[in-house]
C-alpha cells in the first residue's frame, strides 16, 4: 500500500512555471515507479511524464521540452516541474505510483489530484 498526496497545484499566466509534487507514504518509495497523469476538462486522463525505479523517464510529446520530472527517494517525493505553461497544459494532474509483482500483476495508486489552471 502507498498513499500519494500530491502540492504545488493553482493559476498561473501562459509562459509561466509551476512545480508540482507528490509525496509517498505507507511503502517503500524507491520501489514503485511514478507518474503524472492529466485529466483536461471535457477529455480522458493522460500521461503526462513517468520515471521508473531506475530513474528512466518517459514524456508525452506535447509537454516534452517543458516539463521536467524527477524523484528524491530519500524524501520519498516526485515532482513535475512545468515551463513555458500553456492555456492546454490547464487540467487536474494526479500523481500515480504502480509496481509490477513477481507474478506480473500490476499495481496502481493514485492521489487525490491537483488542479492547474493556464489562463489565457
Known amino acids: 500500500q502507498v498513499q500519494l498526496v500530491e502540492s504545488g497545484g493553482g493559476l498561473v499566466q501562459p509562459g509561466g512555471s509551476l512545480t508540482l509534487s507528490c509525496t509517498a507514504s505507507?511503502?517503500?518509495?524507491?520501489?514503485?515507479?511514478m507518474g503524472w497523469y492529466r485529466q483536461p476538462p471535457g477529455k480522458e486522463r493522460e500521461l503526462v511524464a513517468s520515471?521508473?525505479?531506475?530513474?528512466?523517464?518517459n514524456y508525452a510529446d506535447s509537454v516534452k521540452g517543458r516539463f521536467t520530472i524527477s524523484r528524491d527517494n530519500a524524501k520519498n517525493t516526485v515532482y513535475l516541474q512545468m515551463n513555458s505553461l500553456k492555456p492546454e497544459d490547464t487540467a487536474v494532474y494526479y500523481c500515480?505510483?504502480?509496481?509490477?509483482?513477481?507474478?506480473?500483476?500490476?499495481?496502481?495508486?493514485w492521489g487525490q489530484g491537483t488542479q492547474v489552471t493556464v489562463s489565457s
Open positions: 505507507g511503502s517503500i518509495f524507491s520501489m514503485y515507479a
Open positions: 500515480n505510483a504502480a509496481k509490477t509483482n513477481y507474478y506480473g500483476t500490476r499495481y496502481d495508486y
Open positions: 520515471i521508473t525505479a531506475s530513474g528512466s523517464r
